[in-house]
């Protein structure tokens, strides 16, 4: 697979809690440089980001970040709030509690409202694959086709553990048309990369791609 097209599927991620302007500033520069699909960053920063790269890149936060189980009301006016500063793209985190008490037409109706939320931007839904059974899994593909979202999303890559080769399969075996699949946290190499895209995936959620271009370029080797 050409690498362009490889990083123009990377959402350029920094997400720690240290993160300050001075790393979000590089991490955007960095991004326009090699021309991601966008930045994914804390909402705090949103708007400070999105009037430093204007139309150059699109801007992604998070939404419910990263447990997931924060009310409803609140993950939709944090959503609101994000698409009034600017943001292009929303990454939000289901109510994993509600998924292992069966009540799916809460997260999808929980989905929805903060679909609606968005104005029409992209939505992407973080399902926390590690905590996650198969069937839920399953379950959750079909909630997120029903839901009106854009993306189903495995991991926050603040738990237990990131994106498998095995959960994107799986996620594009049962997702219904339209639905996109992003695999993020733990891609750590080139070869992931492609063989996420490879098997479903559209979107890649990581810093290091971007990482193992800037040692490349820096030794000449790009």
Known sequence: MELAKIVGMVDHTLLKQVATWEQIKELCD?????????????????????????????????????????????????????????????????????????LYDQVTEEIKQIKQACGGRILKVIVETCLLTEEEKIRMCEVVTRSGADFIKTSTGFSTGGATFDDVALFAKH????????????????????????????????????QILKNEDSSGQY
Not at 38 to 44: F, G, K, L, M, T
Not at 73 to 102: H, L, P, R, S, Y
Not at 185 to 197: C, H, Q, T, V, W
Request: aromatic share 8%.
């Open 30 to 102: 960095d991004a326009m440089h090699y021309q991601t699909a966008s930045v994914c960053i804390p909402a705090s920063y949103v708007k400070q980001a999105k009037e430093y790269v204007g139309d150059a890149m699109r801007v992604c936060t998070v939404i419910g970040f990263p447990n997931g189980y924060s009310t409803r009301a609140v993950k939709v006016f944090e959503t609101q709030d994000a698409v009034q500063n600017g943001a292009d793209e929303i990454d939000m985190v289901i109510n994993i509690g509600w998924v292992k008490d069966g």
């Open 175 to 210: 997702v219904g048309p339209g639905i996109r699949i992003k695999a993020a946290g733990g891609i750590a190499s080139m070869e992931d990369a492609e063989r996420f895209l490879s098997l479903g995936a559209s979107r890649l959620g990581t810093s290091r791609i971007i």
